[in-house]
């Protein structure tokens, strides 16, 4: 059975500090989606990852993909008060239906 | 593209009623899925269907759960007699083969509520 585990759970941040998040998971696959959740609402699509060694970056984002290590990573630079939400990674099963299943997320809180 | 629409976007209801929410995908996409997704947990596989066929279902869609997707464009989910335990966030989401068939674009989510 397919498991993403992220850690931490939570993460609270002083602005302008750096950190990142890990996901792990549990068997091959060469595809990783990192989402956005604000309380109350929906996903929002930050990076779609789709071979190893793939890395992408919007604004104070970067996420990268090593698939050989089965571990992606969700950097923050610089970060601000805006970024504060729940990021969740998931990882598609490859069996044919794509279905995503998602890590346990991690909720970041960045201080002023 | 207006994006995937669900509705309601929060439903109330008392225990032991019956609920239908409503998925609209992108239009064209063939590949729709329901997700559920309680307080501090994520997103949790419940069914898929690709076009009008259901193909896929989790074994946390019991007997009182059921999806359809009649002529392969809206799909339905509806909870009989719903329990305290079926409150969540209830996310649809559609994709499309020829763009890829791994994407998936996801709507704003019903809120449910059992009383």
């Known amino acids: 059975e397919l498991k993403v585990e992220q850690n931490p759970l939570f993460l609270s941040m002083q602005e302008g500090k750096n950190y990142t998040i890990y996901c792990n998971y549990s068997?091959?696959?060469?595809?990783l989606y990192w989402y956005r959740q604000d309380p109350g609402k929906s996903l929002e699509s930050l990076f779609v990852?789709?071979?190893?060694?793939a890395v992408k970056q919007e604004g104070r984002l970067m996420a990268s993909l090593d698939t050989k290590a089965r571990l992606s990573t969700l950097h923050i630079t610089a970060a601000v008060h805006d970024l504060s939400a729940t990021y969740f990674c998931?990882?598609?099963?490859?069996?044919?239906?794509?279905?995503?299943?998602f890590g346990t997320g991690t909720r970041l809180k960045v201080l002023a | 593209d207006t994006g995937v629409s669900q509705d309601p976007r929060h439903k109330i209801t008392k225990r032991g009623q019956n609920v239908t929410f409503r998925c609209d995908p992108i239009?064209?996409?063939?590949?729709l899925y329901w997700y559920r997704q309680t307080l501090g947990q994520g997103p949790e596989f419940l069914t898929y269907?690709?076009?009008?066929?259901?193909?896929?279902k989790s074994r946390l869609l019991s007997d009182r759960f059921s999806a359809e997707r009649p002529k392969g464009s809206f799909s339905t989910l509806e909870i009989q007699r719903t329990e305290q335990g079926d409150s969540a966030m209830y996310l649809c989401?559609?994709?499309?083969?020829?763009?890829?068939?791994?994407?998936?674009?996801f709507g704003p989510g019903t809120r449910l509520t059992v009383t």
């Open positions: 998931a990882v598609d099963d490859l069996s044919g239906t794509y279905k995503y299943i």
């Open positions: 269907f690709q076009n009008e066929a259901q193909l896929e």
């Open positions: 239009s064209e996409h063939n590949r």
């Open positions: 068997t091959t696959s060469d595809r």
């Open positions: 990852l789709l071979s190893n060694g």
């Open positions: 989401a559609s994709s499309l083969d020829a763009r890829g068939p791994y994407e998936q674009y």
